[in-house]
């Protein structure tokens, strides 16, 4: 395997200015007072597919819909479950039994006060419409056991529940048990946030507002990754769809916009020494995947997938595709976390063998079948992937055709069993969250990204989320990856960054996994 590329070689281009301005935007505490009032335009490359933030895992979504929902856990900056609308949780020793009591005076945007009803009835919905719905898997039953308490009854001992359950990736968000009957996208868009829905116009806007009854988390000093205390200062927020990438640099160099998702790296090494802009790297941010559809031939065909793993460059795409803010990885985890499963697989990555290739596709009986690549025009790393791995294929004798939509329409049609064989993707939450929540989207009874269940990950991923010691869970991590390069249903890039900019007069703003809205300002 070629050496891992450094962060270091891949931003050096920024200069001594850009790292400044990187320092100063990684230190929250060196901050001016806090001012009241302003319009901060934010702006991404994609509509959002839904506001609904229970049935959508899109990054585009929940850059909007965490400023407007909140869940009873989420995680700490640390990545260690805390709760925000809970008051924290107790479990019987058997592990069968989760007592959660409830902040008193949390307020819905709709001016009702959240009770257990609300609770119950939210996680009942999601039961129904969760994009990740299995992270409800274990519980049995959600009981209402006092007006501000609810009591989980576990189907059996999960000692990965809660971490799972604070996922952020397509949240148990609560709502108020008025919307609890809604079909999916059909919510009246109240949450518990600090922010309230004004407005959504496709391919132009939605706006938030300042929910002026929001009820702070007294149990912090400030915010806390998802949680903490929360204090809305700006009083309008503009999410702009914006989906060519050098539109969006323009309009942030016009001060047209004040914080971009995303700025391609040609364009951060510009302005790096810009006084007017301030940098924020996220690194890593996602894990770089290719999946292959297994129910729809050619991919159907293990053979096929085998050649098509051993026959990419990783290196190739990874380099053209995040403009060089990577690192080659074949592990389903990030190097040197706690699951880091070391070198299992490392023998089919980036090997770029077009001639041990061409041989597998010969075995499998390949014969020409076209080989429809899905990618979408609103995430460049996913297109420029697309193009790279386009012309791979071809050099292996594969009849490759790409089709580029738009990124909802992607969405919906990599859940068809047909019509695509190949998607590119960035998991950006997933990784972050940890083992549980990257296997949870490959394994029943969620849809696998590759389409056709394997019994053998189903089975890892109930000895995985029910492993009684880290040891153990480790362990059974280590049998996921060696799974994921038998069956070849997904195909690890490797590890991409972003980086992130902001006109200099916002204050207080901070890189993470979405934009956190509260606590910034708008100085001058």
Not at 55 to 60: D, E, G
Not at 99 to 110: A, D, E
Not at 138 to 144: D, S, T
Not at 238 to 262: D, Q
Request: net charge negative; aromatic share 8%; charged share 20%.
């Amino acid at each position: 395997m070629k050496p891992h590329r450094t962060i270091a070689r891949a931003v050096r281009g920024l200069g001594v200015a850009g790292a400044l301005a990187l320092t100063a935007a990684l230190a929250p505490g060196l901050v001016d007072a806090q001012t009241r009032g302003g319009h901060v335009i934010f702006a991404q490359g994609s509509n959002p597919p839904s506001l609904d933030g229970m049935v959508t895992s899109s990054q585009a979504s929940r850059n909007i819909t965490m400023n407007m929902y909140e869940t009873l856990f989420g995680f700490s900056e640390a990545i260690v479950p805390i709760p925000i609308l809970a008051e924290g949780y107790t479990v019987s020793d058997d592990g069968m039994t989760y007592v959660i009591p409830l902040r008193k005076g949390v307020m819905f945007h709709n001016g009702k006060e959240m009770t257990a009803r609300d609770v119950k009835a939210s996680l009942e919905r999601y039961r129904r419409v969760g994009a990740t719905a299995n992270l409800l898997s274990p519980v049995r039953e959600i009981e209402i056991t006092g007006e501000y308490e609810v009591t989980f009854h576990m189907v059996a001992p999960a000692p990965t529940f809660i971490e799972s359950f604070a996922s952020p990736r397509a949240p148990a968000v609560i709502i108020p048990e008025d919307d609890a009957d809604a079909d999916p996208g059909k919510t009246s868009l109240v949450g518990t946030g600090p922010f309230k829905f004004v407005d959504y116009v496709p391919d132009s806007h939605v706006t938030l507002e300042r929910f002026d009854g929001y009820s702070q988390d007294g149990r912090h000093d400030g915010p806390d990754g998802f949680g903490g205390r929360k204090t809305a200062w700006i009083d309008r927020v503009t999410f702009r769809v914006i989906t060519e990438a050098g539109a969006r640099v323009a309009a942030l160099e016009a001060g047209e916009v004040h914080i971009l998702e995303a700025i391609p790296m040609p364009a951060a090494r510009r302005l790096a020494s810009s006084p007017d802009i301030t940098l924020f790297e996220n690194m890593p941010w996602a894990f770089s995947v290719f999946i292959l559809n297994a129910a729809a031939p050619p991919t159907d065909n293990l053979k096929v997938r085998e050649a098509i793993q051993v026959g990419m460059n990783m290196e190739e795409v990874m380099a053209i595709s995040s403009e060089g803010l990577y690192q080659l990885n074949h592990r389903w985890q990030y190097p040197g976390t706690t699951y880091d499963p070391g070198e299992i697989g490392a023998e089919y990555y980036n090997l770029g063998d077009i001639d041990r290739a061409k041989a597998l596709l010969r075995e499998a009986g390949y014969n020409g079948e076209e080989f429809v690549l899905l990618t979408d025009s609103n995430i460049p790393q996913h297109n420029k992937a697309a193009v790279v791995i386009a012309e791979q294929l071809k050099a292996m004798g594969i009849n490759a055709r790409i089709n580029m939509v738009d990124w909802p329409t992607a969405l919906n049609l990599r859940l068809q069993d047909s019509g695509w064989n190949g998607w590119t993707l960035q998991m950006g939450i997933e990784p972050y969250l940890g083992p549980v929540a990257v296997t949870a989207t490959l394994a029943s009874p969620a849809r696998p990204h590759f389409v056709v269940p394997d019994p053998t990950l189903d089975a890892l991923y109930q000895a995985l989320i029910s492993g009684p010691t880290v040891e153990a869970r480790q362990a059974t991590f280590r049998k996921i990856q060696q799974r994921l390069y038998e069956i070849f249903g997904i195909v690890k890039l490797g590890d991409s960054g972003i980086m992130a900019a902001a006109r200099s007069n916002v204050k207080g703003y901070t890189a993470f996994r979405f934009p956190r809205m509260h606590d910034i300002w708008l100085e001058g």
